[in-house]
């Protein structure tokens, strides 16, 4: 467009993440940004050369942005994974905690049958040494009775 010997540029999309600056510079071109509006550059005759050179930064400032925006999106459905991988993690360890507090109550009661079991051998073999005392005690009091 040719509007009063100055050339304008408009870039018809703008994905900028910051708010848009009305303020105008001494230096370069005009620029007026609102993210309702196109982002429009006025150049004048004298700066025609560099109209080139402002499309193609503006181009790679586009590309850049949605550079970020798909890194920021990425970085947003890695952050989902982490999460719900946390929450698994923290699951299976409150599940393993279930089940180690349930195999140490069982390593409680089975030691306690062991003790028990090993008092009731120990009053068995008491038990078995009386009574083997005592037949050994009565059969050698009648064997002696009976030699004389």
């Known amino acids: 467009m040719v509007d009063s010997g100055a050339h304008s540029v408009a870039v018809e999309s703008w994905n900028g993440t910051d ?7 001494d230096s370069g071109p005009s620029r007026t940004a609102s993210p309702t509006r196109a982002l429009t550059l006025k150049y004048s005759s004298d700066e025609e050369p560099r109209k080139k050179e402002w499309a193609s930064t503006l181009l790679l400032v586009q590309e850049a942005c949605e550079a970020i925006k798909t890194s920021e999106e990425r970085v947003e459905g890695l952050e989902r994974e982490l999460e719900m991988a946390a929450f698994q993690a923290r699951e299976e360890q409150r599940q393993l905690n279930s089940k180690l507090s349930a195999a140490q109550d069982e390593v409680v009661v089975a030691n ?4 028990a079991f090993e008092t009731r051998a120990q009053d068995a073999e008491a038990w078995l040494r009386r009574l083997n005392d005592a037949i050994v005690e009565g059969l050698g009091k009648k064997g ?3 030699g004389k």
Request: no cysteine.
């Open 19 to 25: 708010q848009p600056s009305d303020r105008k510079t």
């Open 112 to 115: 306690a049958r062991a003790k």
């Open 144 to 146: 002696t009775a009976e």
